[in-house]
């Protein structure tokens, strides 16, 4: 999936900036923080998990693009295929994102900010993976929070959600031409959009139903990306403000922190120290999106056969969401 290092070049870089779509007005009176159910986020991940493997190009992921859209579509979201196709170590493989919003108003108005998970899983020859937690907890919550956000419209139009095909490199890690993909390709499609109109920031949510749940936000730009955003400036002239998103990321770790302290998770919810590269940089470096990733690496089941539902729980599944939709309605949409 990821590793702690620096990432290596994404191409090339142009110019972000933030939308201005009207902001949601924070009412704790109106909040869905307790509507959150780590029950039927469990049991999202589990219809997920019973697919098997889910890797890029294949039939099960197919099955699980049709189970996501069908879980939005009763709870009111319309849902898009991103299709693109990309070269990979295994050739060109085709590659499908999903786009939701909420109602059917539409894919072209501005939306203040973007919450998102990959939903594929790492492929594998030797062992069976079914990524119960690396895919499948973060893709069965996002299905979650999608329907406790319909119960407050004005906040649910404000979003938009987008689950990532191909965040899994087919060789043994990420690399600038593997891994990545669907992030990449998506963040290169913001920039066809006027800068005022781009989303003002954006969560992502990778690895957070592990038992033992520890969550250490990634919000670090790594450095081999800025030191492509140079090279490019000095070329072109023509980049995002990195400057602006680390101070935003920056912003966003602080409110994170209030957020997980209003509802007693301080011990679950921390700010990584290291780089982590996974499907937030795109959005970040290329796209000019501040994004902050919610993940828990520290998983000894990680890309390993272990990653299995038993090794999961309601509980952590619930507290990353009450957490997340806090911080989004208290800190992130007014």
């Avoid at 119960?132 to 979003?159: K, M, Q």
């Avoid at 290329?286 to 828990?296: C, N």
């Amino acid at each position: 999936m990821r590793f702690l290092f620096p990432v290596v070049a994404l191409g090339a870089l142009f110019a972000g900036g933030c939308s201005e779509q009207k902001s949601v007005a924070y009412d704790p009176r109106q909040s869905l923080v307790d509507k959150v159910s780590g029950e039927k986020a469990f049991e999202h991940v589990s219809s997920l998990v019973n697919f098997g493997p889910r890797p890029a190009g294949s039939e099960a992921l197919e099955e699980s693009r049709r189970y996501i859209e069908n879980q939005l579509g009763e709870y009111g979201w319309t849902v898009e295929r991103q299709v693109f196709t990309d070269k990979t170590p295994d050739g060109d493989v085709e590659f499908i994102n999903l786009r939701a919003r909420f109602g059917d108003t539409g894919f072209d108005r501005p939306v203040v900010g973007l919450l998102a998970s990959h939903f594929d899983t790492k492929p594998y020859q030797s062992f069976e993976f079914v990524g119960a937690n690396d895919g499948g907890s973060s893709t069965g919550l996002l299905i979650e929070l999608a329907r406790v956000l319909a119960e407050r419209p004005e906040a649910a139009r404000a979003l938009e959600l987008v689950f990532f095909d191909g965040e899994e490199a087919f060789g043994p890690g990420i690399t600038s031409s593997d891994g990545l993909y669907g992030s990449r390709h998506y963040a290169g499609q913001w920039l066809t959009v006027k800068e005022r109109d781009r989303p003002q920031w954006g969560v992502l949510l990778d690895m957070v139903g592990d038992k033992d749940l520890k969550i250490r936000a990634g919000v670090q730009i790594p450095g081999a990306s800025l030191k492509e955003l140079a090279e490019n400036k000095a070329k072109s002239g023509y980049v995002i403000d990195i400057q602006s998103v680390e101070a935003s990321l920056n912003e966003m770790s602080r409110q994170l922190l209030s957020a997980a302290a209003d509802l007693s998770y301080k011990s679950e919810v921390g700010i990584s120290s290291n780089y982590i590269v996974d499907d937030h940089v795109p959005l970040n470096v290329s796209a000019g999106i501040p994004t902050i990733d919610l993940i828990d690496f520290d998983y000894d089941y990680w890309h390993t056969p272990g990653d299995t539902l038993d090794k999961i729980s309601a509980e952590s599944l619930e507290i990353t969401g009450r957490v997340t939709l806090h911080y989004v309605e208290k800190y992130l949409l007014p």
